[in-house]
Every structure is written in C-alpha cells, then in structure tokens.
C-alpha cells in the first residue's frame, strides 16, 4: 500500500508532513511521488494568504476524480485550512475528502486507517518492525540517509495575535514541546544521517514561554549543541521583541549554532507597525539590528515585509524602503497584503490599498532587495567559505554556507551529499553562488 504527499506552505507544513509520512511507515505503508498510484493521499494545506488558499482549494479539485475511480483510496486533507477546530463545512464542501487533520496532528488519518480492514492487517505484519523505535522519529524511507537537513518543530501554535494574520486562528495557542521530546527527536534525527536542523516556531524565540520557570530557546540551543552527528543549528522565525542579550551570546557561542538570523520586521513605519499590533518601533528594531549585528560577527538576518496593508500610504511605503536601505538585511521575503477571515485588520480596517500598486510596491522593494542582495553577496567573491551539501541540482552539487547562502559546485567523482566542504566563490548573484571545491 503507498501514500503520496503533497504540501503547500512553510516550513512548518513541510515538517508536519515529515512527521504523518513516518507514521504511514510505521503502520506499513510506503511512499509514492505520484497521487495517481496511491491508495493514500495526504494534502498539507496553507492559507497565510488568499493565492495559497486558493491553490489548496484547485488540488482538491484534483482529487475528485481519482476518488470516483478509486472510491478505496482514502483522501485527507490537513494543516491551516482545517486548522484546530474544525466545524464540518469543509467535508459538506468536499465530500470526497475522507479525513480533515488539524495541523502538526497524525492520529486522526492513523485512527481512521485502523478501522479498515486493509490497514490494520497491514499494520499487524508490520508492527514488530518497529518495537524499539516508538516515541523517535523515523524518516520516512525515501529520506532515510538522504536527508541533511532537516526541520524540527518546537513551538506549536502562536498566541501573538498580529492583526493580519490567520494563523494563531488555524494553529492554535502557542504550545512549546518539552526539551527532552526535541532532543530525542534530533538525535534520532542524527542517527538517520541529518547533519542540519533548523527548530521552527511561529515566535521562536518564545519558546519555553509557556512553561512557569522553564527552559528558553538558549537552554534549548545548548542540549542540541551538544548531540553528536549534528553539525549545524538554525532556528526561525523570531520576533523581534524575544531576541534577548542572552539568546543572541549563545548563538556567537555555540560553535554549531549558525551566524543567520530570520527576524521579520513587516513594515518600516511606527504607525502601520502600530496597527498591525507588532508592539515595536523602527528604531526598536534598528537596535535589535545593531545589538545582533554587533553580538554575532558576519552574521546574515533574513526579514519579512508585508506591502499594502491597509492604510499604508506613499510616505508609509516610503520608510519601509529607506529603513531597508539603511539595514541592508540578506534577505527580505515580501508579500502583499491579503486580508484573512476573523482578523482584526479583516474585521475593522479597510483593504484601501488597490491591487495595482501593492503589486507596484512589491515590485520595488524586490528590486531594492535583488541590488542589496547582490552587493552583499559580492563580498563573497574569491573566499572560502564552509558549505554544508544537501543534494544534486541539474548536475551540480548544492548546499548552503552557515549564513545560508545557496551554493553550487561542480564534482563529477565522488557523492557529496552530507559533507561539510570548502568552496571557493568564483561568481556571485542576488540569490545563489557558484564555486570551486577546495578539499575534501
Ligand atoms: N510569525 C512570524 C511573524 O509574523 O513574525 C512569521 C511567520 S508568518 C506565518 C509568515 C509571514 O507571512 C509573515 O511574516 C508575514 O510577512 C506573512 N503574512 C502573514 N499574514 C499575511 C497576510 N494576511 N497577508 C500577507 N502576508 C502575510
């Protein structure tokens, strides 16, 4: 029996997925790339904004007819669309749709498939097989030994509340898993030959908040520090308000702990920030900026931009490009402004920003960002730098420096996947490098 998965989203959704493919496994199932051949068929949905709703909504589409065909093929469909309290209106929309899973949730798709017949037979041959792996995560097998890097989630949920945003609405309130579980979870990582892992929150670096008098993220970093086999750390996204002294000296400190940092700003004008709710300034986050840039050396910061939310004016815009200019981030993820159902800014504030000029807007940071990109980049240029190889892309090599810059080298001989090497940088762009391998 075989399961096809098909995400949407982040890196989040990306990590969740991970996670329901070990269980398939764990019950006998195995994995296929195409949805037409599986008899499970597992859809990780995102709705952060209205275009990634609607993709989810075509690829549902999609499987109506391979549900008429194969009524036997059991259909689920998880993540942000069913978010945490389901009510029913999906499955009236889509009756073809066996199982609606809440995100970061396998038990409802195991649950189901164990009252069929097939499966449960299915997972009585297979069960003994893994007696001694239960309570680790087992990779599924088409990444067992192939996967470098690999994500780990350590915060569940956000209860943040920023006004344009659905996701504390889909992902429920923050949950932080306890240190032991992550440990575990990492190490057995590092058995299955992952070299990277990058621990993932909504708000990262409130991790452990929710405990009274527990761990923080720096406790948390030290204990992963410490696992064998593991080689690199990131964590992502932070908000700017969590980035303590003391989170920011373990990074400089901890040697697998790398020097890249995701820290979204959203927009560069006090009284849009005020209106998102994001309780910062521009001049909160400049010092955040400087304190960072000053704790950590060399260190790459990765931001996000929101354009066009509602009530953004010219002179708005404007502070957002020149405190972008004046920073001179890595890396700026932009996106438009989408209105989400039940937000406040959904709920009381008018979407005045007309669809031309947030695509206007859009369009200028990214050329700001593709110039600042590339100067940053240019200072590469003849170094050597330490990339870690996580797979083959059209016959070249691929990996990442510690600052997460994309690299790709030529090496016909000798399989590279998983190994730290040195490269030089022979030509540099906004988004990717290329190089020479140094040494073995
Ligand atoms: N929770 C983190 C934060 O806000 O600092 C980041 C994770 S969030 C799910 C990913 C990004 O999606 C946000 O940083 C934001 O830039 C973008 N985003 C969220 N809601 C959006 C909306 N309604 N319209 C456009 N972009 C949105």
């Known amino acids: 029996m075989k399961y096809h998965l098909h995400i949407f989203g982040c890196q989040m959704n990306e990590a969740d997925a991970q996670r329901v493919g070990s269980e398939l496994e764990k019950i006998g199932l195995t994995y296929t790339d195409h949805a037409r051949d599986a008899d499970v068929i597992v859809l990780d949905t995102c709705v952060v904004r209205q275009s990634a709703e609607d993709r989810a909504y075509s690829y549902i589409q999609t499987l109506k007819p391979i549900k008429a065909q194969r009524p036997a093929a059991v259909i689920t469909v998880m993540g942000c669309m069913v978010g945490v309290k389901s009510n029913g209106a999906l499955k009236k929309q889509f009756p073809w749709v066996d199982v609606f899973m809440p995100p970061s949730e396998t038990a409802p798709l195991v649950n189901y498939l164990r009252q069929r017949e097939a499966f449960a037979l299915l997972e009585e041959e297979t069960r003994h097989r893994h007696a001694i792996q239960d309570g680790e995560l087992i990779l599924p097998a088409h990444e067992r030994g192939k996967l470098v890097a690999a994500h780990v989630p350590i915060v569940y949920g956000c209860s943040h509340a920023c006004t344009f945003c659905i996701i504390p609405f889909r992902r429920g309130v923050e949950r932080s898993r306890p240190v032991g579980q992550i440990a575990q979870e990492v190490r057995s990582l590092a058995e299955q030959g992952v070299k990277e892992v990058t621990l993932l929150g909504q708000i990262v670096d409130r991790y452990g908040k929710d405990f009274s008098d527990g761990p923080d993220l720096s406790d948390l970093l030290r204990v992963i520090n410490g696992i064998d086999g593991i080689e690199r750390i990131r964590f992502l996204t932070s908000h700017p308000n969590w980035m303590t002294d003391k989170l920011l000296d373990i990074v400089a400190e901890l040697p697998k702990v790398c020097e890249h940092i995701e820290v979204p700003v959203q927009a560069g004008d006090d009284e849009v920030l005020r209106n998102m709710r994001r309780n910062y300034s521009a001049d909160d986050y400049r010092r955040l900026i400087d304190r960072i840039r000053a704790k950590i050396p060399n260190t790459s910061i990765a931001t996000d931009i929101i354009v066009g939310f509602p009530g953004e004016t010219e002179a708005h815009f404007q502070h957002t490009y020149d405190l972008l200019e004046e920073l001179r981030l890595d890396v700026a993820h932009l996106a438009k402004y989408s209105p989400r159902p039940n937000t406040v800014a959904e709920r009381n504030?008018?979407?005045?920003?007309?669809?031309?000029?947030?695509?206007?807007?859009?369009?200028?940071?990214?050329?700001?960002?593709?110039?600042?990109?590339?100067?940053?980049?240019?200072?590469?240029?003849?170094?050597?730098?330490?990339?870690?190889?996580?797979?083959?892309?059209?016959?070249?090599?691929?990996?990442?420096?510690?600052?997460?810059?994309?690299?790709?080298?030529?090496?016909?001989?000798?399989?590279?996947?998983?190994q730290l090497v040195n490269v030089k940088i022979d030509k540099t762009g906004p988004w990717s490098m290329n190089g020479t391998i140094q040494s073995a």
């Open 349 to 418: 504030m008018i979407d005045d920003v007309p669809e031309e000029e947030k695509e206007r807007r859009w369009r200028v940071l990214n050329d700001q960002h593709e110039r600042i990109s590339a100067g940053i980049n240019r200072r590469y240029q003849d170094q050597v730098v330490e990339v870690l190889v996580e797979d083959q892309h059209k016959g070249k090599w691929r990996g990442r420096t510690r600052t997460n810059k994309l690299v790709f080298f030529e090496d016909e001989m000798t399989d590279r996947r998983g």
